[in-house]
T-cell receptor, first 112, second 113 residues
């Protein structure tokens, strides 16, 4: 089983729709979680951290479910500019070092 | 804003050549990283550095080496380029580790022919 798994998509949604992606992780000791956004042919950019209690940034909501070992990203009122690939990042600590694992990404296409 | 600059956007090199990829960051970050990104495999860590002249192997260091002579500069070296090293290479900088978030450079797409 992969350490971090994402549905590659693409998710094709109309403008204004609500869409959610999940990212599952295998290591129950994972402690830190993030979402990055990567536009086509561009570098990943940090979108938001994921806190245990869930957190919101405008139209974006991130949640963590430790029991089922997944994080989620919800985008409300989708905009054309939200079209991108969304990467999850899962971090655990071992022997004084961090192990940072990127998911392979979920592609979102928002359609007019 | 932190800026991470990679010297080349596109590179084409021949098999067996020695290749240097340069990365410079301008925010005095201690930590720098080299990743490669391939379709279906995501980002994989090649090497990282937590201080000048310090380097640590990541998950896929074979065929690569790095150099960090100055805090702001982290170079990735392909000792003898091979076709399986054709990839997108991304440099990143961070105030701490991954839990501080990474700032990535715009990437170097390397093709080895």
């Amino acid at each position: 089983r992969k350490e971090v798994e994402q549905d590659p998509g693409p998710f094709n949604v109309p403008e204004g729709a609500t869409v959610a992606f999940n990212c599952t992780y295998s290591n129950s000791a994972s402690q830190s979680f993030f979402w990055y956004r990567q536009d086509c042919r561009k570098e990943p950019k940090l979108l938001m951290s994921v806190y245990s209690s869930g957190n919101e940034d405008g139209r974006f909501t991130a949640q963590l479910n430790r029991a089922s070992q997944y994080i989620s990203l919800l985008i409300r009122d989708s905009k054309l500019s939200d079209s991108a690939t969304y990467l999850c990042v899962v971090i655990y600590y071992s022997g004084g070092y961090q192990k940072v694992t990127f998911g392979t990404g979920t592609k979102l296409q928002v359609i007019p | 804003d932190v800026k991470v600059t990679q010297s080349s956007r596109y590179l084409v090199k021949r098999t067996g050549e020695k290749v240097f990829l340069e990365c410079v960051q301008d925010m005095d970050h201690e930590n720098m990283f080299w990743y490669r990104q391939d379709p279906g495999l995501g980002l994989r860590l090649i090497y990282f550095s937590y201080d000048v002249k310090m380097k640590e192997k990541g998950d896929i260091p074979e065929g690569y080496s790095v150099s960090r002579e100055k805090k702001e500069r982290f170079s990735l070296i392909l000792e003898s380029a091979s076709t399986n090293q054709t990839s997108m290479y991304l440099c990143a900088s961070s105030l701490g580790g991954g839990d501080y978030g990474y700032t990535f450079g715009s990437g170097t797409r390397l093709t080895v022919v």
